[in-house]
Structures are given as structure tokens and as C-alpha cells.
């Protein structure tokens, strides 16, 4: 390795046009990158045990400026799988991360909307058969009607993330796919494993590791990364790691090898193997070839997208084939890019994300460092495209002049819908199924109405002839008395 690193230019560029955004979450600091357009859903990445959020940064740089929002998040200081679950839950809620699509295919909340309006109908029937002033006049019935389906819209907003993980990140993601099967669309394993019990058996001072000084834990950590002659792009990558490795402090190296040396393994995930891509290297990482062929036994169904050479940390070494292969899976998982929405940035460097004003105050205080790779100021003054820093993060935000309108009814009732909500991915027989019920149920509440108007006109008629009968049978019974 070289005895004195200097930051690639890359790097530096990078550092200077995406902000590092710093939050507290309870007792949890988070250090992330998010950058491209708010309205595509995210592609997080996880760095491994050695990594950082900036590691990822070519994925950062190429990836938005095709459209794609990717945010690289340090991995917070946790000392328990189940504490990560919870915190990085938190985490998503804080950056208020979701990814807007209506979905009608839930035909049980479906139904239950219909039976609303059904009943509300034949209630309000029921009161104008009955000489009674109707419960609910035209236009009442409309506006409820334009307000269930409102509401039924909201309800199906979904969360979806797309989770990038390498080695220790990649075992994170699947704990948390296996926990919060809800808010993970798909998964992207790199040089990961399925469990941690060789990691545990190999290191028998796991009990005391909170407790052992920085330079031991950061001689173990640099020991797993493979020491040799390497070819020039993965020995810098190598040495940008090692970089990263010494801006770590004591307490977030302990945290990460105590989540590497407590035993667990992943169950069962109700994510499909279709939505899973196994991305790893055939010359040689720090997971061992056990682990890896283990991963791709239990993911049988996942794309399997391996990579020749690479090393550990292919994602700098390789940052074209693992961009290909990440816009291929986003692709697959209907993941669909924004490039209209990659703008110029702004003057302060933002890009787009709701702490970022915190952010850039926080960022302010710190000076320029070494040539060390740990640079905390960008510039200001410069055009890379960026994505758009406007986007609302919630229905009621969006302003009335981005509303289409949306056929919702029978007569005048029309439902105003924000366009964002209507260009996201609404499948054809969504359509025809909503379509359908709207058109299908006022047609049964009419002929349910009606044919309850002629029972009860057969029932009246009925009674009136058994009462005349009843009058004629009287009349000759006293005439025969």
C-alpha cells in the first residue's frame, strides 16, 4: 500500500457538490449522502465493516445524473441486530423517505369502499320511500363519495426502498428485509453472507471488544482485506478504504464488529428471489467462498451478476460493471428513472433533502481536513447537475396546480389527484378494476333499489286484495247469518 494517500480528483469533486447530511435520532448519529431526484425511489447502500457513506461515492456521482435518488449512509453506532432494525426504521421515517404508487389490486379494501357507498345509498333509499326527507341529498352523496376514494388513494401510499449491501452491510439488509418485509422492494448482495457464526468463532474476544483500543481494532479490521500486488485500480481502492478505516473512531469500529461476531442468520424472506441480485467477485474478498455459495443456495431465483475480477471493493474498483448492474436491477424491480428532474444545483449546494439546511450549518463548522479523504465543506459555486430541491415529500403538500383530474363517478363527481400520483406506475387492469367498480356498483345499488321498489309495490298490492278479500268474506258470513 502507499505510504501517503491523496484523495482521487473524483473524490474531491464529489465532496465538493453533495452535501454530507448529519442527524440525531435519538441517541443515533447518522451520516449520510442523498442525492438525484426525490420522486424515484431510493436506492440505499450499506457499506461493510470497513466502509463509510463516501465509499459509495462513484455510485452516488453516476447514478443520479441518470436519474436515479441513491443515498449512502453510514451504519450507526448499534450493538445488537435488533437495535439496527429499529434504528435504521427510525432513520427511513426521519429523511421521510416513500415511493408513491396507487395500487387497486387490494380488493378487500376495495370491497369494504364499495359496501360503504352501497350502504349510504340504500340508507338514503330507504328514507325517500318512506315519505321521509332523504338522509343525504345529490350532491352530500357526491362529495362523500369523492372523499372515500380520496382517502382510499392515501392509504395505499406504500414505502419501498431498494437495499445495496456489501459484506456486513449486505447481512444488514437482509435483517431488515426479513423484519420489515413491508418497506423492502428488492435487495442487491455483494460479497455478503447468510449468517455470523464463523465470524463469531473466529473472534473468541468478541466479549471484550468494546473495550480494546482503536489501533487493535482497526490492525483487525485492515488484516481481512487482502494484502498483495494489485492491479492499479484496486490497489487504490484498497488504499481509499484503509483511508476511510482511520477516520472511524473506537466506538463505531467495536459497534460494527460486534454486529459481525454476534450469532445470527437470516430466516426465510417473503421477498420474492426475482427482486434479489447477487453481485460478488471470483478472485478473491474477505467473505469466504463457503459463505458466498450459501447466499446463492438460498436465493436460487435471484440474477446472478458476478464479476471477474474486482477484489473487495468492486464498487471502486469496477464502478462501471456495478453501475450496469444496478441500473439493470432498479430496471427489472420497476424502478423508473427521472432524468427530466437532474437540475443544475443550487447555490448552496443542497441536494433536495428536508435536513439539509441543518446539514449545511453543521458542515460549516467543520474546516477542510488533510488529504486524508475526509473532507466536510463543499463548494458552493459549482454546476453539476443536481436533482430538484423543491419536490414535497407529502400529499398535502403538493400545490392545486399540479392536480389532474380523475374520473371518480357517475354524474359530476371528479376527483382532483396530484400528477405525481398519476405518472407513477398505474398497470392497465388497475385501471379497468377501479374503472370497473366505479361503473359496476352504481348499477347494482340501482337495480337492488329497484327491485326492492317492486317487492314492496307486489307486497302492498298483495295486502290491499287480501283486505278486500277479507271485506268480501265478512260481508257474505253475515249475510249467511
Known amino acids: 500500500m502507499k505510504g501517503v494517500f491523496s484523495a482521487p480528483g473524483d473524490f474531491v469533486h464529489f465532496k465538493s457538490q453533495v452535501p454530507l447530511h448529519k442527524i440525531p435520532i435519538g441517541t443515533k448519529q447518522w451520516r449520510y449522502y442523498d442525492f438525484g431526484p426525490k420522486v424515484v425511489p431510493p436506492l440505499i447502500c450499506l457499506p461493510g465493516t470497513a466502509g463509510t457513506a463516501e465509499v459509495y461515492y462513484k455510485q452516488i456521482m453516476a447514478l443520479s445524473m441518470k436519474g436515479y435518488r441513491v443515498i449512502s449512509v453510514d451504519i450507526p453506532r448499534v450493538w445488537n441486530h435488533h437495535e439496527w432494525i429499529q434504528a435504521f426504521e427510525k432513520f427511513l421515517d426521519a429523511i421521510d423517505v416513500h415511493h408513491v404508487r396507487i395500487s387497486f389490486t387490494a380488493y378487500a379494501s376495495t370491497a369494504s369502499f364499495s359496501f360503504c357507498i352501497l350502504f349510504l345509498v340504500c340508507f338514503n333509499k330507504y328514507h325517500m320511500m318512506h315519505e321521509m326527507p332523504a338522509y343525504l341529498d345529490h350532491k352530500s352523496m357526491n362529495e362523500i363519495y369523492i372523499g372515500f376514494t380520496i382517502t382510499y388513494c392515501e392509504r395505499k401510499v406504500s414505502h419501498f426502498i431498494h437495499l445495496y449491501g456489501t459484506s456486513l452491510g449486505g447481512f444488514l439488509a437482509q435483517l431488515f428485509a426479513q423484519h420489515r418485509p413491508r418497506r423492502v422492494r428488492s435487495l442487491v448482495l455483494s460479497n455478503t453472507f447468510l449468517d455470523t457464526h464463523s465470524f463469531a468463532a473466529a473472534m473468541p474476544w468478541a466479549p471484550i471488544v468494546s473495550w480494546t483500543p482503536s489501533f487493535l481494532l482497526k490492525r483487525y479490521v485492515l488484516t481481512g482485506i487482502h494484502d498483495g500486488p494489485h492491479e492499479p485500480f484496486i490497489a487504490d481502492s484498497v488504499d481509499f478504504v484503509v483511508c476511510q478505516v482511520e477516520t472511524l473512531s473506537r466506538e463505531d469500529l467495536a459497534s460494527r464488529l460486534t454486529l459481525t461476531a454476534d450469532s445470527a442468520s437470516v430466516g426465510n424472506l417473503l421477498l420474492s428471489d426475482s427482486h434479489i441480485t447477487i453481485m460478488d467477485t471470483n478472485d478473491y474478498c474477505a467473505t469466504p467462498q463457503q459463505l458466498k455459495d450459501q447466499l446463492s443456495e438460498r436465493y436460487s431465483g435471484a440474477r446472478q451478476a458476478y464479476m471477474k475480477t474486482g477484489g473487495d471493493f468492486p464498487f471502486l474498483?469496477?464502478?462501471?460493471?456495478?453501475?450496469?448492474?444496478?441500473?439493470?436491477?432498479?430496471?427489472r424491480v420497476g424502478v423508473e428513472a427521472q432524468p427530466d428532474l437532474v437540475r443544475g444545483i443550487s447555490?448552496?449546494?443542497?441536494?433536495?433533502?428536508?435536513?439539509?439546511?441543518?446539514?449545511?450549518?453543521e458542515d460549516s463548522d467543520n474546516p477542510p481536513q488533510d488529504d486524508e479523504g475526509n473532507f466536510e465543506s463543499p463548494s458552493t459555486e459549482s454546476q453539476l447537475p443536481a436533482p430538484e430541491s423543491s419536490e414535497p415529500h407529502s400529499l398535502n403538500e403538493l400545490p392545486l396546480s399540479t392536480a389532474k383530474c380523475c374520473f371518480a363517478g357517475q354524474g359530476d363527481a371528479v376527483i382532483l389527484l396530484p400528477f405525481p400520483l398519476l405518472r407513477e406506475q398505474i398497470t392497465v387492469s388497475e385501471i379497468l378494476l377501479q374503472l370497473t367498480l366505479v361503473t359496476l356498483v352504481p348499477h347494482l345499488v340501482g337495480w337492488f333499489t329497484n327491485a326492492h321498489d317492486v317487492n314492496c309495490s307486489r307486497i302492498n298490492a298483495n295486502y290491499e286484495s287480501y283486505k278486500k278479500s277479507s271485506r268480501i268474506l265478512r260481508i257474505i258470513r253475515g249475510k249467511d247469518e
Do not use: A, I, W
Open 347 to 361: 447555490r448552496d449546494g443542497s441536494g433536495g433533502d428536508p435536513s439539509e439546511s441543518n446539514d449545511r450549518k
Open 317 to 331: 474498483s469496477r464502478p462501471d460493471e456495478v453501475n450496469l448492474h444496478l441500473q439493470l436491477h432498479l430496471r
